[in-house]
T-cell receptor, first 113, second 114 residues
Framework: GESVGLHLPTLSVQEGDNSIINCAYSNSASDYFIWYKQESGKGPQFIIDIRSNMDKRQGQRVTVLLNKTVKHLSLQIAATQPGDSAVYFCAENSDDSWGKFQFGAGTQVVVTP | DGGITQSPKYLFRKEGQNVTLSCEQNLNHDAMYWYRQDPGQGLRLIYYSQIVNDFQKGDIAEGYSVSREKKESFPLTVTSAQKNPTAFYLC?????????????FGDGTRLSIL
């Protein structure tokens, strides 16, 4: 799910299907992770967070999975709806970096009817 | 309604001009942050403030200045020294500046050069 250059990776999903968005992180000391959703022209919106003492957390229609062994985070959206079309990005933070997060560039999710 | 309000939504800067972006929060959060977002890139930290009357440089502070005279307010000035100011600017806040605190964002200000 990380971008290269100016163009974000795009995930095209049919309405009603499940979406899986991936994020690789590099800092093995990272212990807190957040997924954000950003619609065009708006600020990022908090979706769900997870701490490193967990490997799965569920919210409403969303599930975050954390694999610390391979430093990988994923966001699953169940029954994707048109309103889910947005850029999704992950943020990571470590205990020794106060409130300073590292943000991924994101993945563009496009929901088709 | 609690939240973060950024204004204006769109701003245009002339050469040699300083412009100030407003950020106000009514969440009673101690910590506030300014980020810059460019196409295809992750957010980059410009300045942050852990508490009123205190602020620190982030990763890309050159050409920017801030103040934190009130808990609710954290304005960002883009000075003429910032040679590439065209970007989407996002303000965020968190309850404290400690780790494991989610940051909540305003809806941004888009700055362009005339």
């Amino acid at each position: 799910g990380e971008s290269v250059g100016l163009h974000l990776p795009t995930l095209s999903v049919q309405e009603g299907d499940n979406s899986i968005i991936n994020c690789a992180y590099s800092n093995s000391a990272s212990d807190y992770f957040i997924w954000y959703k950003q619609e065009s022209g708006k600020g990022p919106q908090f979706i769900i967070d997870i701490r490193s003492n967990m490997d799965k957390r569920q919210g409403q229609r969303v599930t975050v999975l954390l694999n610390k062994t391979v430093k990988h985070l994923s966001l699953q959206i169940a029954a994707t709806q048109p309103g889910d079309s947005a850029v999704y990005f992950c943020a990571e933070n470590s205990d020794d970096s106060w409130g300073k997060f590292q943000f991924g560039a994101g993945t563009q999710v496009v929901v088709t009817p | 309604d609690g939240g973060i309000t950024q204004s204006p939504k769109y701003l245009f800067r002339k050469e040699g001009q300083n412009v100030t972006l407003s950020c106000e929060q009514n969440l009673n959060h101690d910590a506030m942050y300014w980020y810059r977002q460019d196409p295809g890139q992750g957010l980059r930290l410009i300045y942050y403030s852990q508490i009123v009357n205190d602020f620190q440089k982030g990763d890309i502070a050159e050409g920017y200045s801030v103040s934190r005279e009130k808990k609710e307010s954290f304005p960002l000035t883009v000075t003429s020294a910032q040679k590439n100011p065209t970007a989407f600017y996002l303000c965020a806040s968190s309850r404290t500046a400690s780790s494991n605190q989610p940051q909540h964002f305003g809806d941004g200000t888009r700055l362009s050069i005339l």
